[in-house]
């Protein structure tokens, strides 16, 4: 009898490989597309192709300084992956380039793109060490208070301007999915540059909102303010939602967006409590993060912010399941979760006070 056992895959017959494993050489080569991006944004391409303008290899070559070839490989491959189109032989911004790629646009995207760049990629070159170490690798918790601590002022101007733009996004959504209409008081805590607020404000006019944040997050978000032409419907009340024994009062609605992941069980478990504290009976707060299924296998997004958190946090990324039990201790009831798409959520957790 012909003996079979130790044969590899690689002696089988091609026709008993059922499994592509085209995949998996999607996964492996990932960050060539993210590099592409931020290749392409560094040098300005999309902001140099702003609105008509068309160019051609040899004209990048030379507005650049640098030779024909790669010029053209980088073109060649922002458009491969949609970011440039191609309609009479010179190349021009995709509508997705244009709307947000281009600085000093509305919704301009391309400081995210920087920070993943010039900040998380490092970071996630050291996943491993994160996950057998249990530590950020973005800073050092043995010699910094917070990832902040001893940030570069550029950088950290760069941070909030990205994440300004992602909020802004994902706050459009969440108004979409959850109806905001009958509540009038809105609590941002942790609300960064104040984008949920102005976005909230915008699409629901009745609705007035407190940015509440640590005291220079909250001098950002009173300039974004301004900006929006927003100051009579959306105050900053500078605090530490941890130091402060209380969160503000006289609000019927807190929000928690993209706060929770940062932080581990029992620091998310008092900052609930706050919240039920600080409302009236039929008030609500409501948690918009990616949510990681109740399964642990996924989405996607979920799951590997939730390792970009092993990265830069002491947190992760938690269930619906994991926030209502929490929720539930603390008395809150009627607790569903709202499923959406955003750039920065997937789903919004919703729980009120009896």
Known sequence: MERTVGVSVLDRPSDSITVSAVPLMQLATGFWAFKTLASAHELDLFTRLSGTTRITPQELSRELGIHERPSEMLLTGCASLGLLEKPDGRYLNSPLAEEY????????????????DNRLYSGWGKLTEAI???RPTTWDPSR?????????????????EAMHSLSTFTARTLGEAVDFGRFTRLLDVGAGSGAYDIELCRQYPHLRATVYDLPF???IAAGKVRDAGMEGRIGTIAGDFFADSSFPGGHDVILLSMIMHDWD?????????????????GGAVIISELLVNDEKTGPVPAALMSLNM??????????PGEYASWLTDLG?????????????ANGAVIAHKP
């Open 101 to 116: 790629l281009v600085r000093g646009k509305p919704y301009y995207f391309g400081g995210w793109v920087q920070i993943l």
């Open 265 to 281: 069980e029992a620091k998310d478990r008092q900052i609930l409590r706050k919240c039920y504290e600080a409302l009236s009976s």
């Open 144 to 160: 910094q208070k917070s990832l902040f601590e001893g940030e570069d002022r550029v950088m950290l101007a760069v941070f909030w």
């Open 217 to 219: 997050v909250t001098e």
């Open 310 to 319: 092993l990265v830069e946090t002491e947190g992760r990324n938690y269930t």
């Open 132 to 134: 057998l170490t249990n």
């Open 332 to 344: 809150f009831r009627d607790i569903r979760t709202v499923w959406l798409k955003a750039a920065g």
